[in-house]
């Protein structure tokens, strides 16, 4: 079966300072990747996507990067986080096609200071 | 645009009872996906039901099913005899279509609280 690891689950970090988040997959091949972001009460925005290894696509202009080294691996970074980066942030996985649901990893509580 | 959106902060249902959470949305592609997802204080987002855009039935999962009237754009979510462990966040989102991934477009979510 399918499963999908992020972590940290939580995290504190000053500003200024870099970010790397991780998300695996593992299960399937060939995965679309995702990263949203929820902030305190709100929905889930979307941040970045990813249909292959290196391939990125960006939803809104952010402090934010994400890289795919590999087919199941999916990174999130910052150069230097700021007060806003604040928030939750899921990781997702689905099939490549089709009328098929996302499945979203634990989520890290990311709380920038 | 597609847009969601979910009318109801929060509801409050008894336990055993049914509530009906609400959605509508905003598109003006014909084939879309529309999606619950249920998410406890825990965080996970956790996929409750599906409905396609050209489903003629009504999409049930359990105790979960979902009202979809497509003239009106709504696609409310009904639990029927809610248990306390159903009291977390409730989202509505929509696939954009014809994208051939699924880039999930949420709403901004309803608090349901089952209480005894």
């Known amino acids: 079966s399918q499963t999908i690891h992020q972590w940290p689950a939580t995290l504190v970090q000053p500003v200024g300072s870099p970010l790397s988040l991780e998300c695996t997959v593992e299960?399937?091949?060939?995965?679309?990747l995702y990263w949203y972001r929820q902030a305190a009460g709100r929905g889930l925005q979307l941040l970045f996507y990813s249909v292959g290894i290196g391939q990125i696509s960006s939803e809104v202009p952010q402090n934010l990067s994400a890289s795919r080294p590999q087919d199941r691996q999916f990174i999130l970074s910052s150069k230097k986080l700021l007060l806003s980066d604040s928030g939750f942030y899921l990781c997702?996985?689905?099939?490549?096609?089709?009328?098929?649901?996302?499945?979203f990893g634990q989520g890290t509580r990311l709380t920038v200071v | 645009a597609q847009k969601i959106t979910q009318t109801q902060p929060g509801m409050f249902v008894q336990e055993k009872e049914a509530v009906t959470l609400d959605c509508t949305y905003d598109?003006?592609?014909?084939?879309?996906?529309l999606f619950w997802y249920k998410q406890p204080s825990s965080g996970e987002m956790i996929f409750l039901i599906y409905q396609g855009s050209y489903d003629e039935q009504n999409a049930t999962e359990g105790r979960y099913s979902l009202n979809f009237q497509k003239a009106r754009k709504s696609a409310n979510l009904v639990i029927s005899a809610s248990q306390l462990g159903d009291s977390a966040m409730y989202f509505c989102?929509?696939?954009?279509?014809?994208?051939?991934?699924?880039?999930?477009?949420f709403g901004t979510g309803t608090r349901l609280l089952v209480s005894p």
């Open positions: 997702a996985w689905s099939v490549r096609s089709g009328n098929t649901e996302a499945f």
């Open positions: 989102a929509m696939r954009e279509p014809n994208t051939g991934f699924q880039k999930l477009v």
């Open positions: 598109t003006s592609d014909q084939s879309y996906g």
């Open positions: 299960g399937t091949s060939n995965p679309n």
